[in-house]
Structures are given as structure tokens and as C-alpha cells.
């Protein structure tokens, strides 16, 4: 079945760095991905999408690009700010072969200091 | 402003009791989603609904019920039955079966046995 891999974390960094999250997928069908941010105590809300092979998702300053080749959705953000500590998910979805349901990395928490 | 509306946000229930946990969308999704949240994991599918008066289980349905009667509304109930119910739980909708898959979130619901 379809599976998503993340960075293990906890990802710490001081702000202003360079943030990279890694996330790897396994799918039959052509996915949809995701990155999800959840910070504390409420629910995901979309971060950034893409849904097909070289598509580049983008919002807030974070940026994923769609690799078929690496099967690969790696988060980046050139500088990050306190505000951006929370948790990151990865997640696919397959309409053709799992019914639209997502699948869910274990999620990464990044804490930024100042 | 459209959203999911999760209630309780906190709710504390004794070993053997039934309790049922509130999930409204005004957004006219088709699909919703029950999801469930552990420390350190990602969420894991309890039930799914694409359509009014029909639903699906997910990886994790034993312990749970869900019901449909409104496009609106999809209120799991957490048995007796279920051996470890303290966990964080996630309601979702999606417009519906041919769209990317995007997940709409509401704030969760914590539940806690005493």
C-alpha cells in the first residue's frame, strides 16, 4: 500500500537558518502531495501542495517540488522565524488507487530559538 | 467563515463509558474523515464518510461508530470497547471524490479516561 517516510526529528535551529525536512513516498498511482503544519493544540491546516511530477508547491516561504524520479517531497525555507515552530506532516493522496484517502507521515517537529 | 467545528475540546471520560465527540462542516464536502493522533505518530484513519448515509472503516475502526444522516454533521462515538481511547482526534472534510485530496482540518478533540 502507499506509504510516506519523514525526517525523524526533533529539528532544532536558531532563526534565520535553512530549514530542509526530507520526505520520501511509496504509491502505485500518481499522488497528490502535501505538506501539513499543525501547531499546538489545533488541528493540520495545508501548508503547500503539488499534484503531478515537477510541480513546485510554495506559500509562506516554504517551497516542496515534486519528485517522481526520487519519489520525494522535501520541505525547504530559506530563512525560518520563531513563529514557524510546529509540526510538519507529509501526506499523499491517491484518487485512483486509495479512494482519495491520505496517508500520513509520522510528522516532524521543528522548534526555531531565537 | 466556512470551517469544521470539533466539540468538545477537552473531554475527560471514566473506563466502560460511551462518550461521542461532535463534528460539523459548513463548507458542502462531500467527504469527511475521522482521524486519530498519538504522541509522536502520524494520524491514523478511523472512519470515512463519501456520502450522506454511508461510511467506510479505516485502518483503525474497532472501539468506534460513526453515523451520516447529514451532509453536514459526522459524530464518532468512542466505546467501551475501545481498549486505549486517550488520544487526540482529528475531524476532516474534502470536497469529494474527483478533487486533489486536500484535507480541510477542524481543532481536534482531546479525550482523556480517567
Known amino acids: 500500500g502507499d506509504s510516506v517516510t519523514q525526517m525523524e526529528g526533533p529539528v532544532t535551529l536558531s532563526e534565520e537558518a535553512f530549514l530542509t525536512i526530507n520526505c520520501t513516498y511509496t504509491?502505485?498511482?500518481?499522488?497528490?502531495l502535501f505538506w501539513y503544519v499543525q501547531y499546538p493544540g489545533e488541528g493540520l491546516q495545508l501548508l503547500l501542495k503539488?499534484?503531478?511530477?515537477?510541480d513546485k508547491g510554495s506559500n509562506k516561504g516554504f517551497e516542496a517540488t515534486y519528485r517522481k524520479e526520487t519519489t520525494s517531497f522535501h520541505l525547504e525555507k530559506g530563512s525560518v522565524q520563531v513563529s514557524d515552530s510546529a509540526v510538519y506532516f507529509c501526506?499523499?493522496?491517491?484518487?485512483?488507487?486509495?479512494?482519495?484517502?491520505?496517508?500520513f507521515g509520522d510528522g516532524t517537529t521543528l522548534t526555531v530559538k531565537p | 467563515d466556512g470551517g469544521i467545528t470539533q466539540s468538545p475540546k477537552y473531554l475527560f471520560r471514566k473506563e466502560g463509558q460511551n462518550v461521542t465527540l461532535s463534528c460539523e462542516q459548513n463548507?458542502?464536502?462531500?467527504?469527511m474523515y475521522w482521524y486519530r493522533q498519538d504522541p509522536g505518530q502520524g494520524l491514523r484513519l478511523i472512519y470515512y464518510?463519501?456520502?450522506?448515509?454511508?461510511?467506510q472503516k479505516g485502518d483503525i475502526a474497532e472501539g468506534y461508530s460513526v453515523s451520516r444522516e447529514k451532509k453536514e454533521s459526522f459524530p464518532l462515538t468512542v466505546t467501551s470497547a475501545q481498549k486505549n481511547p486517550t488520544a487526540f482526534y482529528l475531524c476532516?472534510?474534502?470536497?469529494?471524490?474527483?478533487?486533489?485530496?486536500?484535507?480541510?482540518f477542524g481543532e481536534g478533540s482531546r479525550l482523556t479516561v480517567l
Open positions: 464518510s463519501q456520502i450522506v448515509n454511508d461510511f
Open positions: 504509491a502505485t498511482g500518481y499522488p497528490s
Open positions: 463548507l458542502n464536502h462531500d467527504a
Open positions: 476532516a472534510s474534502s470536497i469529494g471524490l474527483l478533487n486533489t485530496g486536500e484535507l480541510f
Open positions: 503539488a499534484t503531478k511530477a515537477d
Open positions: 501526506a499523499l493522496s491517491d484518487l485512483v488507487t486509495n479512494a482519495g484517502k491520505s496517508t
